[in-house]
């Protein structure tokens, strides 16, 4: 699919989608036109997972055409929704009730699953593909690959969970999403422009701000001629789209086994806009993830040249982006199913 086919097939489901829209006439009919024209076998749908066959120039243009299309049915949907108003053509009988019956809530994606998406969003307008991965990994693709042989003193940074299968710490609970990287880079050759977003297990003891299970998203680049201003320069635009214009990021340096020179990125602290408080210990500035260019030896386990490409990596985690975004102040809050805290969302 080229470029022009991809925005071509979008403007013909956009102009089927204005055509329909006023045949619908109950809250059923909302739905399936939703599945329609915005699920799994939609143009959408189609349109995302064409964007990796696209050259990299043409990506950030089609990421773009699928945010704008899926941003226009969603305001079809909404001004249909709201000119249906609440159950509205609907037939019901009527009944003689003396008092009022409690109506069933209609229930919505969990604040977690909002962010991983609406960070997908971000990435795929940016010209990136989604990937994912098993939970259940190799030591080779948690580790080894990744720069960190057997006993490396690097490996104590994660605080693993291992499952027995396999000879003893072969097999793991991926400490990172990682792993999906080399999956990505062992699947195909350069150019790589991919995010990968999944749950992750570490063996943390349960506090305001860690958890034995908690998501991450991570990011991987790999081209030719790719330097650590690319990587800076994605960092800001990353944080400008998500958390608005108002706010910056800056980079320090860190240490990750995978990446070299490595960093660690912040944000402008979101209660005092950088001014200092509590909640940034003065600094005005929110730790976020750490990122880095991708270290030649994890190229070498890959089979890529890393005399001819270069990339950088990075990553992060959703809680840490609901927490930051929201003020939400224990991140036991989104495991707890509490509905008072999810319906705020």
């Known amino acids: 699919m080229t470029l022009s086919e991809l925005t071509a097939l979008l403007d013909e489901e956009l102009a089927r989608a204005k055509e329909q829209i006023d045949k619908v006439e109950t809250a059923s009919d909302l739905e399936e036109f939703e599945r329609t024209f915005l699920g799994k076998r939609s143009a959408a749908t189609a349109a995302n997972q064409g964007i990796k066959d696209l050259a990299p120039d043409e990506r950030p243009k089609a990421g773009q055409a699928v945010s704008g299309y899926k941003a226009a049915v969603n305001e079809l949907i909404e001004a249909r929704k709201a000119a249906l108003g609440d159950g509205a053509g609907e037939v019901l009988d009527r009944l003689d009730l003396t008092l009022p019956g409690r109506g069933l809530g209609r229930g919505h994606l969990h ?33 080894e690959a990744l720069n960190m042989p057997q006993a490396h003193p690097a490996r104590s940074m994660w605080d693993t969970l291992y499952v027995k299968l396999g000879r003893p710490e072969e097999v793991v609970l991926r400490t990172h999403t990682s792993p999906v990287q080399i999956r990505v880079m062992e699947s195909r050759q350069p150019p790589v422009y991919t995010v990968m977003p999944g749950r992750c297990y570490r063996r943390d003891t349960l506090d305001a701000r860690h958890s034995p299970v908690f998501h991450q ?17 994605t960092i800001d635009a990353f944080t400008r789209a998500y958390f ?3 706010h910056t990021s800056r980079l320090r340096p860190s240490y990750f086994p995978f ?25 005005g500035w929110l730790e976020l ?14 089979g890529y040249d890393s005399e001819r490409y ?6 992060f985690g959703l809680e840490r982006m609901a927490m930051v975004r929201y003020g ?14 999810l319906k705020q969302f």
């Open 289 to 302: 993830g750490g990122c880095g260019m991708v270290d030649p030896n994890v190229f070498r386990a890959v």
């Open 111 to 143: 604040l977690i699953t909002q962010v991983q998406q609406e960070l997908e969003e971000v990435f795929l307008g940016l010209g990136y593909e989604v990937a994912e991965g098993p939970e259940v990994e190799t030591d080779f693709y948690n580790f």
């Open 259 to 283: 990446t070299e020179p490595s960093a660690e990125f912040e944000v402008t602290c979101f209660v005092c806009d950088g001014a200092g408080c509590s909640v940034c210990s003065k600094t």
């Open 328 to 341: 939400v102040e224990h991140i036991k809050s989104f495991f707890e199913n509490d509905i008072r805290f």
């Open 310 to 315: 270069t990339g950088f990596a990075f990553g």
């Open 244 to 246: 608005g214009p108002g």
């Open 217 to 233: 998203i991570e990011g991987l680049v790999v081209d030719e001629g790719i330097t650590f201003g690319d990587l800076a320069g």
